[in-house]
């Protein structure tokens, strides 16, 4: 059964960091292209940063360019998130996805993160 469990949100002041971290299991990590996504209140659920290939390519909001970068360690199955310089507009529930070669999409639980003073 595909799992997938974020963590490390949390509340954080405007120009702070943190970094999510979504360990995977149940199906064969390196297959999957990773992806992260955020939903804030009274807004649809938008992509913030993928792979979209298995060479390792990514790709970034353009909110979200030279402040997150994606990485992932397949030893490990795991995906982070590493988000710098964070504003107030980054508060949100984010949420890893994982995509199977043949379409097929699951989703994690959702980590809270706050940026507030």
């Known amino acids: 059964q595909v799992q997938l469990v974020e963590s490390g949100g949390g509340l954080v002041q405007p120009g702070g960091s943190l970094r999510l971290s979504c360990a995977a299991s149940g199906f064969t990590f390196s297959r999957y292209l990773m992806n992260w996504y955020r939903q804030a209140p009274g807004k649809e659920r938008e992509l913030v940063a993928a792979f979209t290939s298995a060479g390792g390519s990514t790709n970034y909001a353009d909110s979200v360019k030279s402040r997150f970068t994606i990485s992932r360690d397949n030893a490990k199955n795991t995906v982070y998130l590493q988000m710098n310089s964070l504003k107030p507009e980054d508060t949100a529930v984010y949420y890893c996805?994982?995509?199977?070669?043949?379409?097929?999409?699951?989703w994690g639980q959702g980590t809270q993160v706050t940026v507030s003073s």
């Open positions: 996805s994982a995509v199977a070669p043949w379409g097929y999409r699951a």
